[in-house]
Nanobody
Framework: QVQLVESGGGLVQAGGSLRLSCAASTTGFTFNTMGWYRQAPGKQRELVATMTSGGSTNYADSVKGRFTISRENAKNTVYLQMNSLKPEDTANYYC?????????WGKGTLVTVSS
């Protein structure tokens, strides 16, 4: 089974930056889509950003211009550069990867933005 290992979360002041990383446990294939979702307390999980293996991106309106997603396909690794962080960005951030009809999730990494 594929495992997704996330890192980079932490506590940061408003206006600061963090870079999240997610690495898959296998490099035998390339995921069609990799990306990030987040879930704040009492809220539904929502899409943050995704990228296809071909480089097409999709961002939530709330993070456009502030967050940047990138991939290293050969390593099955995805990154999320988060700049100009706001308190409303506080959430557990989950890595997601899709291959054909199969979907995988990481266990999440906590991002806390103080005001």
């Amino acid at each position: 089974q594929v495992q997704l290992v996330e890192s980079g979360g932490g506590l940061v002041q408003a206006g600061g930056s963090l870079r999240l990383s997610c690495a898959a446990s296998t490099t035998g294939f390339t995921f069609n889509t990799m990306g990030w979702y987040r879930q704040a307390p009492g809220k539904q999980r929502e899409l943050v950003a995704t990228m296809t293996s071909g480089g097409s991106t999709n961002y939530a309106d709330s993070v456009k211009g502030r967050f940047t997603i990138s991939r290293e396909n050969a390593k099955n690794t995805v990154y999320l550069q988060m700049n100009s962080l706001k308190p409303e960005d506080t959430a557990n951030y989950y890595c997601n990867a899709r291959f054909s009809a199969v979907e995988f999730w990481g266990k999440g990494t906590l991002v806390t933005v103080s005001s």
